[in-house]
């Protein structure tokens, strides 16, 4: 294909191949390419900073531009969107040196990616009159249809508290407290009713309900798996908090 036939997107990438590849491909001439390199390289740190604003606050501004040079040549912006780019960064992270010493660090950028692909997500409006589905005999055949920028993580690390310490100046959390006591801390991730994300914990219970609801259990399953869960008090919290679309049947 010549490269005149190739779509904007198309050149663009068979150009970010050539510089990162060192492929003897003619699309620009040797300062052009430069130029096009060192505009390729500060868009890549400014979406990188636009993802993981937490992130970065905590490694710095030189530490992130160095990832963002190294993703570029694992992961290329192929979508045309640059909010869409960058999401491999927790693998680069826990393969780099910054692994061993702040291990937390590719919890944190999980969930920054969780934060900025949800705000991205539209909210759908709640069907109160699908829960007649309920009254259904087969349960088997009714499914919790949750908003999709709602997920979930688990995590040692109180990752609520370093969204904080970045948010508000004022909070100094005790150190001990950064690291779960037992096991895990869980969080559910969601936009609230005045459109801004929430990173909150909750019960491990909750957590797991949430787990087998993304991975389209039936309700019939949920209550044969979790009998002692509180299924009202969820729901009643799912609709005030924004989480709950429907329930299908």
Do not use: C
């Not at 010549?2 to 003897?24: C, G, H, M, R, V």
């Not at 799912?238 to 299908?248: D, G, R, Y």
């Amino acid at each position: 294909m010549k490269n005149n036939d190739l779509t904007p997107l198309q050149y663009q990438n068979a150009l970010i191949d050539s510089i990162f590849t060192n492929e003897d491909t003619v699309l620009l001439s040797d300062k052009a390419q430069r130029i096009y390199r060192s505009n390729l390289i500060h868009t890549a740190h400014r979406a990188l900073s636009i993802s993981y604003p937490i992130f970065e606050s905590m490694v710095g501004e030189q530490v992130t531009l160095t990832l963002a040079i190294r993703l570029l040549a694992q992961e290329k912006p192929r979508h045309g969107d640059w909010a869409q780019w960058g999401s491999s960064l927790s693998l680069l992270v826990a393969n780099s040196e910054l692994n061993d010493a702040h291990p937390y660090l590719t919890d944190v950028i999980d969930v920054e990616w969780k934060l900025h692909t949800g705000f991205r997500k539209a909210r759908r409006p709640f069907d109160r009159d699908s829960f007649s589905a309920l009254a259904k005999d087969d349960l088997g055949n009714v499914f919790i249809e949750l908003q999709d920028g709602v997920s979930i993580i688990q995590s040692p690390y109180a990752l609520d508290s370093f969204r904080r310490m970045q948010t508000d100046t004022t909070y100094e959390p005790q150190q001990d407290t950064l690291l779960a006591p037992q096991g895990f801390y869980y969080f559910v991730i969601y936009q609230d009713e005045m459109g801004l994300m929430r990173v909150e914990r909750t019960s491990e219970a909750t957590y797991l309900w949430l787990h087998d609801i993304q991975k389209s259990h039936s309700l019939e399953y949920l209550l044969d798996k979790y009998p002692s869960f509180d299924m009202p008090s969820w729901l009643q919290e799912a609709i005030q908090k924004h989480w709950l679309v429907s329930l299908i049947s």
